[in-house]
């Protein structure tokens, strides 16, 4: 009984000045426009950072993005789990800083990680047949767009980016290069030592 992998394949874009209307014409739908609150954890030597794991509190859920078993092109793509059981997410979390810890916030307390950004996100959200496409815009001024999909096996990672591609094309926009996401320039703004760490993998 082998879990399904799932996995969301994104690519991130800088969102032209016609988007929107853009979107409308290739047929996107508006679904829903959102605010939510992140909050990133990590230790003083970026161990989560460092090992590619991704803990936030949304909206005061937990949530953990991680890599999966396996990944394709992922210069300028991005494959990643996406887990949301507590339970899970501490097994995972366990597998990057070995701990004792029976919860997350006891996780956080005995390896001493702390929230190390804190923000909120305006999301305006399209989709496109199974794909959906968010316009962020960051309550520090930060916009970045980004074209995603759900894989459950990752013999499907290759349709799913082609589909990205096709979707990026009929807006007009460039995908051969890996654009800055919300943390990356959240870290190179706000803390540089993170951000080394982030781009160079030395602390
Ligand atoms: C995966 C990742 C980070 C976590 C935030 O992921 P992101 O997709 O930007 O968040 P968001 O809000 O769009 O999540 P959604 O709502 O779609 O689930 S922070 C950095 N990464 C990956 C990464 C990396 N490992 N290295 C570099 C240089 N850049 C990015």
Redesign the pocket.
């Known amino acids: 009984n082998r879990e399904l992998d799932v996995i969301?394949v994104?690519r991130?874009f800088v969102i032209p000045d016609n988007c929107e209307a853009k979107l409308e014409e290739i047929g996107a739908k508006l679904l829903k426009e959102h605010t939510f609150n992140?909050v990133?954890f990590d230790n003083n030597t970026y161990a989560l950072?460092l090992a590619?794991h991704?803990l936030?509190k949304?909206n005061g859920s937990w949530?953990l993005?991680c890599p999966p078993e396996q990944r394709e092109d992922s210069t300028t793509s991005?494959q990643?789990r996406?887990i949301s059981e507590e339970p899970k997410i501490l097994e995972k979390l366990k597998s990057v800083i070995t701990s004792e810890a029976s919860t997350i916030s006891d996780f956080l307390g005995v390896t001493k990680c702390e929230g190390f950004a804190d923000f909120n996100?305006t999301?305006k959200s399209f989709s496109l047949d199974n794909y959906s496409i968010?316009l962020?815009l960051t309550n520090w001024g930060f916009k970045?767009g980004?074209i995603?999909t759900i894989v459950v096996n990752s013999d499907r990672v290759s349709e799913a980016l082609a589909g990205i591609d096709s979707i990026a094309d009929r807006l007009g926009i460039k995908t051969g290069e890996?654009i800055?996401?919300?943390?990356?320039t959240y870290l190179r703004l706000n803390r540089h030592k993170h951000y080394l760490a982030?781009?160079e993998g030395i602390i």
Do not use: A, F, N
């Open positions: 969301e994104e991130k992140d990133y950072t590619d991704w936030r949304r949530e993005k991005q990643y996406e996100t999301r968010d962020d970045v980004e995603e890996r800055p996401g919300k943390i990356p982030l781009v």
